[in-house]
């Protein structure tokens, strides 16, 4: 397909993704790609664009086919329709040896035979880069991930952390066009995983590479990225940066699965600026356009816009401690607001933590909640 | 159920010891009953006298020196050895590509062909044997050495795909996946992760892919050429002949081809990883 062909397309509504208008091509480019095991079908009329140097999270319960669109980037799952770009090249028949993309495995993967050096030169080596070149670029690639002198070692010899920081080194070395990450950080412990999520993020801005991220877990997809693509049973559910995801999910399984949103059932009443929920109270809504009185919403309130105490916003709502658990800046409560509804607040800490069966005042503006109608989408 | 448990509580100590002792008894009965032929080989191979039979008369090595002068057995030696190693070359070649195919891909047919291949080692030999030598004759070919290295090839496939099989299973996927990742070729990832991964399995194949071959004594009955011999169808025959000491001399040599080729690969492969493991610079980058 010639270039300038491929240039003049207007950008399709579909892939809104993270194509800002200024970029010319994307770095990775997916037009409505179906992927089938068999008569199951893992991905469907996924579509999406990429823009250069950023970092995208494809973010999910597993099972959602976020490993799978990983993989079909990487050519190691076959797509059953539609087209994958990479750079502007189509790679449908590309194999996978000549896609040029760095791919980090949950499990490291690295070569239990080969020593550090010979790990991270393997890319080079295949790409016919001159000895004195690999090893100064090996160097490198270990001072970046902050372990340089490590080139003889073995990778039994290394702990699970830096084996991560070798296969990313491997990874990146050679430059590729795209940086694929596996749940590179769901094999390490707590504090590594930490660690690692700054380190990947600092290098990943270091180089300017194009980085996809698979994770199911919010706090990483939220710290790291600059778009998430939140995608359940196969199919998006949202795109978009990590604050619009969080604070406007466009559904309710992306209210549900960012941070646990309270969700609360209600109908709409004076064309929708205000909800009657279903344990009786009346809350304020701010709702983008009018709607009928009567017909059943969902009002969705992130715990952390939920204030205690009596200087509360503009809805008011009273109850009584289920739970509270301190978190030392803040506490988290679990609130019986009547009509066997439970919310949470996470609110931070004035005076003293209230204790369980003490009654509590909660407050929130209408512009910190948003509305689902009856199929879990939201009212915009 | 219970009873039994409580019947167990109660004699547990004494039957214990009991039992101990019955196993160890047992497994020294087991041992003399595998072992004595072999010992009794060997020593008498050292035996002067004429006769095959204890006592012994003095030490002697007149009956290794008599077989390094029988150009029949010397011959005998050599064409089992080339079989042997051509037999081993191949099927560890065939059986590590069968192997992988195996494990790593679908195709219709797999479940058929994983059979087939393991086939020949549930088959008696003898009926492995004159079914070959039936089918040669059904097609009028005559009985050649490429024959008889073919069958001991059928003989031996089996036992190395078993092994590499095994080893290969426990490869994972994502070494290769990594490998094709960073630009590698299929046949790159192959031969620069897969395989050196593989390689106890392969050394192992190998190596009892020799031994099978070169101690194989009813197939290749069936299948030898007229007038060539191998060692184990060369002993064969003189024993009709008589008892002599010489034979001892000559499976005390057998003994220790079979025994001793094995022990050394293990060696050397042994030694080989030690080598590895302390990190040994191998930059190989071109």
């Given at each position: 397909m010639p270039d300038s062909q491929e240039l003049s397309q207007p950008p399709r509504p579909a892939t809104a993704g993270a194509l800002s208008p200024g970029e010319e091509k994307p770095a990775v480019e997916f037009r409505d790609i179906d992927i089938a095991y068999g008569k199951f079908v893992a991905v469907r009329d996924f579509s999406l664009s990429i823009a250069k140097g950023s970092f995208v999270t494809l973010l999910?319960?597993?099972?959602?086919g976020k490993t799978t669109i990983l993989r079909s980037i990487a050519g190691l799952v076959d797509i059953s329709d539609g087209q994958i770009m990479i750079g502007g090249r189509r790679v449908d028949d590309v194999p996978i040896y000549k896609r040029n993309i760095g791919l980090v495995f949950q499990s490291y993967a690295l070569f239990p035979h080969k020593n550090v050096f010979d790990n991270v030169a393997f890319g080079l080596k295949y790409r016919n880069v001159p000895k004195p070149e690999i090893v100064r670029r090996v160097g490198q690639a270990l001072e970046m991930v902050r372990l340089p002198g490590s080139e003889k070692k073995l990778p039994s010899q290394l702990s699970g952390g830096q084996q991560q920081r070798i296969a990313l080194a491997r990874a990146i070395v050679f430059e590729p066009q795209v940086l694929l990450l596996?749940?590179?950080?769901?094999?390490?412990d707590a504090n590594m995983r930490e660690e690692m999520r700054v380190e990947i993020k600092k290098i990943q801005k270091e180089t300017g590479i194009t980085a996809i991220f698979v994770t199911h877990d919010q706090e990483e997809a939220l710290s790291m990225s600059d778009r998430i693509v939140v995608m359940n049973a196969g199919a998006v559910e949202q795109i978009g940066t990590p604050q619009e995801v969080y604070d406007t999910p466009a559904t309710a399984f992306v209210a549900n699965f960012l941070g646990k949103a309270n969700m609360l059932a209600g109908t709409v009443s004076r064309s929708g600026q205000a909800v009657v929920l279903a344990t009786g109270q009346t809350i304020n809504v701010a709702c983008p356009r009018p709607l009928a009185d009567g017909s059943k919403v969902t009002v969705v309130v992130r715990p952390q816009k939920l204030s205690v105490g009596a200087a509360a916003g503009a809805n008011r709502l009273s109850g009584r401690v289920v739970s509270a658990s301190y978190l030392g800046g803040s506490a988290i409560y679990e609130i019986d607001?009547?009509?066997?509804t439970n919310i949470r607040a996470n609110a931070p800490i004035s005076g003293r933590v209230l204790r369980e069966g003490e009654a509590i005042d909660l407050g929130f503006d209408p512009e910190g909640c948003v509305l689902l109608d009856e199929d879990g989408q939201r009212i915009s | 159920m219970a009873d039994g448990v409580g019947w167990m509580k109660v004699g547990r100590k004494q039957e214990g010891r009991w039992a101990w002792r019955l196993t160890g008894f047992v497994t020294l009965c087991v041992y003399i009953f595998m072992f004595a032929p072999i010992v009794a080989t060997v020593i008498l191979?050292?035996?002067?006298?004429?006769?095959?039979?204890?006592?012994?008369?003095g030490f002697s090595l007149q009956w290794y020196a008599k077989l390094m002068a029988n150009e029949q057995v010397l011959t005998a030696f050599r064409t089992s050895l080339w079989i042997a190693l051509v037999t081993s070359a191949v099927t560890t070649a065939v059986g590590v590509v069968t192997a992988f195919a195996l494990v790593r891909f679908e195709f219709p047919g797999k479940q058929a062909l994983s059979t087939l291949v393991i086939l020949p080692a549930l088959v008696p030999e003898t009926i492995l044997g004159v079914g070959l030598l039936v089918l040669i004759k059904a097609i009028d070919q005559p009985r050649t050495m490429l024959l008889l290295v073919l069958g001991h090839i059928l003989l031996a496939v089996p036992y190395v795909v078993l092994i590499t099989q095994a080893r290969m299973v426990g490869i994972r996927r994502v070494y290769e996946e990594a490998a094709l990742s960073l630009g590698a070729s299929r046949f790159s990832s192959f031969r620069e992760i897969t395989l050196p991964l593989l390689i106890p399995a392969v050394v192992g194949g190998a190596l009892l892919a020799f031994t099978i071959s070169f101690d194989n004594t009813s197939a290749s009955l069936f299948w030898r050429p007229a007038g060539v011999e191998t060692m184990p169808t060369q002993i064969l025959s003189m024993l009709k002949i008589s008892i002599s000491p010489e034979i001892n001399a000559l499976g005390t040599v057998m003994i220790l081809v079979t025994v001793g080729i094995p022990l050394l690969g293990g060696l050397i492969l042994q030694s080989l990883t030690r080598l590895k493991r302390r990190g040994q610079p191998t930059e190989e980058a071109r």
């Amino acid at each position: 397909m010639p270039d300038s062909q491929e240039l003049s397309q207007p950008p399709r509504p579909a892939t809104a993704g993270a194509l800002s208008p200024g970029e010319e091509k994307p770095a990775v480019e997916f037009r409505d790609i179906d992927i089938a095991y068999g008569k199951f079908v893992a991905v469907r009329d996924f579509s999406l664009s990429i823009a250069k140097g950023s970092f995208v999270t494809l973010l999910g319960p597993s099972g959602c086919g976020k490993t799978t669109i990983l993989r079909s980037i990487a050519g190691l799952v076959d797509i059953s329709d539609g087209q994958i770009m990479i750079g502007g090249r189509r790679v449908d028949d590309v194999p996978i040896y000549k896609r040029n993309i760095g791919l980090v495995f949950q499990s490291y993967a690295l070569f239990p035979h080969k020593n550090v050096f010979d790990n991270v030169a393997f890319g080079l080596k295949y790409r016919n880069v001159p000895k004195p070149e690999i090893v100064r670029r090996v160097g490198q690639a270990l001072e970046m991930v902050r372990l340089p002198g490590s080139e003889k070692k073995l990778p039994s010899q290394l702990s699970g952390g830096q084996q991560q920081r070798i296969a990313l080194a491997r990874a990146i070395v050679f430059e590729p066009q795209v940086l694929l990450l596996d749940e590179p950080l769901s094999a390490l412990d707590a504090n590594m995983r930490e660690e690692m999520r700054v380190e990947i993020k600092k290098i990943q801005k270091e180089t300017g590479i194009t980085a996809i991220f698979v994770t199911h877990d919010q706090e990483e997809a939220l710290s790291m990225s600059d778009r998430i693509v939140v995608m359940n049973a196969g199919a998006v559910e949202q795109i978009g940066t990590p604050q619009e995801v969080y604070d406007t999910p466009a559904t309710a399984f992306v209210a549900n699965f960012l941070g646990k949103a309270n969700m609360l059932a209600g109908t709409v009443s004076r064309s929708g600026q205000a909800v009657v929920l279903a344990t009786g109270q009346t809350i304020n809504v701010a709702c983008p356009r009018p709607l009928a009185d009567g017909s059943k919403v969902t009002v969705v309130v992130r715990p952390q816009k939920l204030s205690v105490g009596a200087a509360a916003g503009a809805n008011r709502l009273s109850g009584r401690v289920v739970s509270a658990s301190y978190l030392g800046g803040s506490a988290i409560y679990e609130i019986d607001i009547g009509g066997q509804t439970n919310i949470r607040a996470n609110a931070p800490i004035s005076g003293r933590v209230l204790r369980e069966g003490e009654a509590i005042d909660l407050g929130f503006d209408p512009e910190g909640c948003v509305l689902l109608d009856e199929d879990g989408q939201r009212i915009s | 159920m219970a009873d039994g448990v409580g019947w167990m509580k109660v004699g547990r100590k004494q039957e214990g010891r009991w039992a101990w002792r019955l196993t160890g008894f047992v497994t020294l009965c087991v041992y003399i009953f595998m072992f004595a032929p072999i010992v009794a080989t060997v020593i008498l191979s050292f035996n002067a006298s004429m006769f095959g039979g204890f006592p012994m008369t003095g030490f002697s090595l007149q009956w290794y020196a008599k077989l390094m002068a029988n150009e029949q057995v010397l011959t005998a030696f050599r064409t089992s050895l080339w079989i042997a190693l051509v037999t081993s070359a191949v099927t560890t070649a065939v059986g590590v590509v069968t192997a992988f195919a195996l494990v790593r891909f679908e195709f219709p047919g797999k479940q058929a062909l994983s059979t087939l291949v393991i086939l020949p080692a549930l088959v008696p030999e003898t009926i492995l044997g004159v079914g070959l030598l039936v089918l040669i004759k059904a097609i009028d070919q005559p009985r050649t050495m490429l024959l008889l290295v073919l069958g001991h090839i059928l003989l031996a496939v089996p036992y190395v795909v078993l092994i590499t099989q095994a080893r290969m299973v426990g490869i994972r996927r994502v070494y290769e996946e990594a490998a094709l990742s960073l630009g590698a070729s299929r046949f790159s990832s192959f031969r620069e992760i897969t395989l050196p991964l593989l390689i106890p399995a392969v050394v192992g194949g190998a190596l009892l892919a020799f031994t099978i071959s070169f101690d194989n004594t009813s197939a290749s009955l069936f299948w030898r050429p007229a007038g060539v011999e191998t060692m184990p169808t060369q002993i064969l025959s003189m024993l009709k002949i008589s008892i002599s000491p010489e034979i001892n001399a000559l499976g005390t040599v057998m003994i220790l081809v079979t025994v001793g080729i094995p022990l050394l690969g293990g060696l050397i492969l042994q030694s080989l990883t030690r080598l590895k493991r302390r990190g040994q610079p191998t930059e190989e980058a071109r």
